[in-house]
């Protein structure tokens, strides 16, 4: 047992693809790196802001093409996002690299944009009650405030990405109808969003519901502009995400250390760890570019910031904590 614990961070440093016979899978996957943003936002204590700018300048080095940076929200209602315009300004942006963030109306974008945005994603989801507690609104007025923000990024040609919750589940409304998520897809990618990620919010998500649910979707949306978000709460996010890539879906968010949650979503773990979701595409012969050991460095470092351990089982077994 001590000698394999010993191998085992060789065997992840010497991963490589292996030769697809997935046949419909996707030859590559584009991985969304929401740490920064999504796995911090629920930390108890404030996170330091130099921290935030190590952390995300050690994702630039791993080989991921979008890393989500931070969230222009208001701080009374995401403390954690404060210092967003610190953290846009102080990071080093690489060429070839995405730095979206998270703007959730006109005021969010403008203040995003003049801190040097150049890609912005908005948020609802596929749950009125969810909605109203998370941005303080019903559906329709969240749709007409993503309306500003999307005329706006059309005049500033700034891409938009919009984000669904919910939509395997909501914590106050339980299970969440296909076509209701199918509607709000619609409406958002009608509105202007060139991709729209999908949430498993509270991770309560299946196999069986995600196909169900993706179903639906695809007859309203190109599935080529689907993503898929999904939180491990009851460990079922790597199956999730294997039924979303079978169906055709190439775009994944996933976060490293599996750090997340959500301020409005009791009990909702983090999201699947980009880590686990790395081993797992390069092992399907799955092209991602990104370098699992520097991924795992990026880990460790934040892990040890925030004084916790990772919820990543690749970093677990690879003795990295």
Not at 125 to 138: G, H, P
């Amino acid at each position: 047992m001590g000698m394999a614990k010993r191998a085992l961070p060789r065997l992840v440093a010497s991963l490589r693809p292996l030769s697809s016979t997935a046949g419909v899978l996707p030859k590559h996957v584009k991985i969304v790196e929401v740490g920064p943003r999504d796995g911090l936002q629920n930390e108890k204590n404030l996170v330091p802001t130099q921290v935030k700018i190590d952390f995300i300048n050690m994702l630039s080095e791993t080989g991921l093409s979008v890393i989500e940076a931070t969230s222009f929200v208001s701080p009374k209602w995401v403390p954690q996002m404060a210092d967003h315009t610190e953290v846009m300004q102080g990071i080093h942006k690489v060429s070839g690299i995405s730095y979206p963030v998270l703007t959730p109306n006109l005021q969010g974008f403008q203040a995003a944009v003049a801190a040097g945005a150049r890609e912005v994603s908005i948020f609802g989801a596929a749950s009125e009650l969810f909605t109203k507690k998370n941005i303080n609104c019903s559906i329709d007025e969240s749709l007409q405030r993503f309306s500003d923000v999307l005329r706006a990024a059309k005049e500033g040609s700034v891409p938009v990405r919009g984000y669904v919750s919910c939509v395997l589940g909501c914590p106050y409304e339980g299970k969440i109808a296909p076509a209701k998520v199918a509607e709000v897809s619609k409406k958002m990618y009608a509105m202007g969003c060139y991709e729209i990620s999908l949430g498993d919010t509270i991770g309560v998500g299946t196999p069986g519901n995600m196909k169900e649910m993706l179903s639906a979707v695809v007859k309203e949306v190109p599935v080529g502009a689907l993503a898929v978000h999904c939180h491990d709460t009851y460990g079922q996010a790597l199956a999730n995400t294997l039924v979303a890539l079978q169906m055709g879906v190439s775009v994944v968010d996933s976060s490293v250390a599996g750090l997340g949650g959500c301020p409005y979503a009791q009990g909702a773990s983090g999201n699947v760890a980009t880590e686990d979701m790395v081993y797992m595409l390069h092992g399907l012969g799955i092209h991602t570019g990104v370098d699992l050991p520097k991924l795992l460095e990026a880990g460790s470092f934040i892990c040890k910031a925030l004084n916790r351990k990772t919820s990543s089982k690749v970093a677990q077994a690879s003795c990295k904590l």
